[in-house]
């Protein structure tokens, strides 16, 4: 069973302030996703990286992918209220024919005005 | 932009009712999914659907679960005989390929209460 660690589980900051949430396993992942989730609703793509030492950038947000892709990080710049919410990690295994995907427990961030 | 969508948005069902939750994936997907999520617990896989076939499931898709595409929009999970444990937020997801490196698309999830 491939896991996957996400830290820290709570973060309350101040807005302007930056962050990096975290993303880990000891599995390797084909790819990983980052989701926001909102009370209630469905996880909402972020991004998805592939490649071992990939870094995409979506704003504010900087996604990295880990060089032997076992783990994920996600640093936002500036962090504003409209930041807040459950980010989630979510791997898709290596190997044949296995295509679901394993999620963390999540990031619950909060910033304050 | 194309989306996935899920009705209800909320079903509230007696212990050891039968329940149907519908999904329609987005329109040029060929590969559907099926998530619970618990209050407070992390999104779990419960199975994969391609060609009319389960392609994968998970310890938790037992006996009591099964998957349809009925006609070429709908796909739904039916748990026969719920129990308390199956309240959750229930997720249909969907992709265009079968790679391990394609986005699965989220629907905004049906909240299943069994009272």
């Known amino acids: 069973t491939q896991l996957l660690e996400q830290s820290p589980q709570f973060l309350s900051i101040q807005e302007g302030e930056n962050l990096t949430v975290y993303c880990n396993s000891s599995s390797v992942f084909s790819s990983l996703q980052w989701y926001r989730q909102e009370p209630g609703e469905g996880p909402v793509l972020l991004v998805t990286v592939v490649t071992g030492g990939e870094v995409k950038k979506l704003k504010r947000l900087t996604f990295q992918f880990g060089d032997a892709r076992k783990d994920s990080s996600l640093h936002i710049t500036a962090a504003q209220p409209g930041d807040t919410g459950l980010y989630l990690c979510a791997g898709s295994p290596t190997g044949a024919g296995s295509y679901q995907l394993t999620f963390g427990k999540g990031t619950k961030l909060s910033v304050i005005p | 932009e194309p989306e996935v969508t899920q009705t209800p948005s909320h079903q509230v069902t007696q212990m050891g009712q039968e329940v149907i939750l519908r999904c329609v994936p987005i329109?040029?997907?060929?590969?559907f999914y099926w998530y619970r999520q618990i209050l407070g617990q992390k999104v779990e896989f419960l199975v994969s659907?391609?060609?009319?076939?389960?392609?994968?499931k998970s310890e938790i898709f037992d006996d009591q679960f099964s998957v349809e595409r009925p006609d070429g929009s709908n796909f739904t999970l039916k748990i026969r005989s719920t129990k308390l444990e199956d309240s959750a937020m229930y997720f249909c997801?969907?992709?265009?390929?079968?790679?391990?490196?394609?986005?699965?698309?989220f629907g905004p999830g049906t909240r299943l209460t069994v009272l």
């Open positions: 659907f391609y060609n009319n076939e389960i392609s994968e």
């Open positions: 997801a969907s992709t265009q390929w079968r790679s391990n490196t394609d986005t699965q698309y």
């Open positions: 329109s040029n997907h060929l590969y």
